[in-house]
């Protein structure tokens, strides 16, 4: 079936530098993508979305950028903080789809 | 604004007991509603889920079931624990109108 996979499943980044995250999906009628954030012991959080008519959306200190043509996913964080240490999912869903695939995860963590 | 519950949110539970847990929406009508599991350290593996009441898919085979009830109420049982039934138990709801999925606390399960 299709899935979303991830690059990296770890990844160490200095705190104030800017991270990014990267996510393969293979399933080209996906039309919607999502970033989720995950907390130690708490369900997954919302963070960015992007539909397939656009390349790049920002939010705050967060971009996501989709590149249709070699289906890859990409979550950038500006200015890198503690509280920006979770596993984070990437997921892709049809919009006529009632469920969500999510990626494998990827864990950020953040050096001092 | 909507918000989302699930309890209890730890649970001790010994092998070949039942369970019963339940998920909660508020400040939506008519939601799609979610159950998955989470492995410690892995990612999100959907269950079942709802898109009204009476109406369930189950997506992987196992000795668990889902009903609902009521248009905003999700409950996860077992007649009979398993170990490998341990695991983070989430559950999620999206509007008829949205793509997003947004996640309720979670639910610990540990099966002894």
């Known amino acids: 079936g299709e899935s979303v996979g991830l690059h990296l499943p770890t990844l160490s980044v200095q705190e104030g530098d800017n991270s990014i995250i990267n996510c393969a999906y293979s399933?080209?009628?996906?039309?919607?993508f999502i970033w989720y954030k995950q907390e130690s012991g708490k369900g997954p959080q919302f963070i960015i979305d992007?539909?397939?008519?656009?390349d790049k959306r920002q939010g705050q200190r967060v971009t996501v950028l989709l590149n249709k043509t070699v289906k890859h996913l990409s979550l950038q964080i500006a200015a890198t903080q503690p509280g920006d240490s979770a596993v984070y999912f990437c997921a892709e869903k049809k919009s006529s789809a009632s469920k969500i695939i999510f990626g494998s995860g990827t864990r950020l963590s953040i050096r001092p | 604004s909507q918000t989302i519950h699930q309890w209890p949110a730890t649970l001790v539970q010994p092998v070949g007991s039942p369970l019963s847990l339940e998920c909660t929406v508020e400040?939506?009508?008519?939601?799609?509603l979610y159950w998955y599991r989470q492995a410690a350290g892995r990612g999100l593996q959907l269950l079942f889920y709802s898109v009204g009441i009476g109406q369930i898919s189950s997506e992987v085979p196992q000795n668990l079931s889902a009903s609902r009830p009521q248009d905003r109420q999700f409950i996860l049982s077992s007649k009979k624990l398993l170990l490998s039934d341990s695991g983070f138990y989430l559950c999620a709801w999206s509007g008829l109108s949205t793509d997003t999925q947004y996640f309720g606390p979670g639910t610990r399960l540990t099966v002894l």
């Open positions: 399933n080209s009628a996906s039309d919607y």
């Open positions: 400040g939506t009508s008519n939601p799609n």
């Open positions: 992007i539909r397939s008519n656009m």
